[in-house]
């Protein structure tokens, strides 16, 4: 049975700047002083990050990134975002 104190994690949550960094941190590398993604085509960064964070319910979080058509962590980090202000 899951706690009543996990939270969605929604692009205005509190915990999305940090969700957005550390992303960012594991999959941008840079080659010859131009960004490349290591995008392994799937959420599994996300879901970890997700993970590590407090109180976060990271199966409804998922759903709600698919939702907004982000499969992989790339998308979430990119589109996830303008995705929800755009809803």
Same mark, same amino acid.
């Given at each position: 049975?899951? =706690?009543? $104190?996990?939270?969605? %994690?929604?692009?205005? !949550? ?8 550390? #992303? ?19 959420? =599994?960064? $996300?879901?970890?990050? %997700?993970?590590?964070? !407090? ?8 759903? #709600? ?23």
């Amino acid at each position: 049975m899951k =706690s009543n $104190t996990t939270e969605v %994690l929604t692009p205005s !949550h509190k915990y999305w700047p940090a969700l957005r960094q550390r #992303l960012n941190d594991v999959l941008v590398t840079y080659v010859n002083s131009k960004p490349h993604s290591k995008c392994q085509g799937d959420l =599994s960064q $996300t879901i970890k990050i %997700l993970r590590s964070l !407090h109180n976060i319910d990271v199966e409804e979080t998922i759903i #709600l990134f698919q939702g907004l058509e982000c499969f992989c962590d790339c998308e979430v980090l990119i589109g996830a975002a303008k995705k929800w202000n755009n809803k």
